[in-house]
């Protein structure tokens, strides 16, 4: 069970923006590097609470620029970990750093992505992450955890780097997931979740 504690080291999540329609996979700004954040503007800010307000809408735990089609470095997330805490945070021009060596254990557990939605499938990953980058005001953030905050801070983070998680399954597991999301297809139109 959720203790239901919000952590929000470097602020709350910006609010009042507007749902945009998902990107979906097979979109080429889904499948490249994502430009670097070099603005610290009112148009990032806006971009920023309209991620956030789409990341709601669709019940996601994280969204990244390019979820909303925009070819930026950055992302939103609000998510667990397994204590059931959640942290919520934005980060630009993300960099993850993951334990190696006897330090470094890898988990299986279920992940999806909002731009391959209804479908789930078993993907292994280390079970800590810690991400550096920078807030929506240009200042430093780090944001680390276990559980499904260090699958959310790879994940997520992988999107700025043009890899969505299909990418790192077997050939016979991305042939499942997709069988699994063809199934459920109608269910997220296009236009989804806006």
Request: glycine share 10%.
């Amino acid at each position: 069970m959720s203790s239901d504690v919000v952590q929000a080291p470097h602020g709350p999540l910006p609010e009042g923006g507007t749902v945009r329609p998902m990107t979906r996979w097979g979109t080429p700004v889904m499948h490249r590097p994502q430009a670097d954040v070099t603005a610290y503007d009112d148009d990032l800010r806006t971009l920023v609470a309209d991620m956030v307000a789409t990341m709601y809408a669709a019940d996601g735990v994280g969204l990244a620029a390019c979820q909303v089609g925009v070819d930026l470095r950055v992302f939103v997330f609000d998510c667990p970990d397994d204590s059931g805490d959640h942290t919520v945070g934005v980060v630009c021009n993300p960099v993850v750093t993951l334990p190696e060596g006897k330090d470094r254990n890898l988990e299986e557990r279920e992940e999806g992505c909002l731009s391959f939605p209804g479908a789930f499938i078993d993907c292994a990953r280390p079970d800590f992450a810690r991400v550096t980058g920078f807030g929506v005001d240009g200042s430093p953030v780090t944001f680390e955890g276990d559980g499904l905050l260090a699958r959310c801070l790879q994940h997520e983070t992988d999107h700025t780097l043009g890899i969505v998680f299909a990418d790192r399954l077997p050939t016979k597991a991305q042939k499942k997931l997709r069988k699994i999301q063809a199934k459920v297809a109608d269910e997220f139109p296009p236009g989804w979740p806006a």
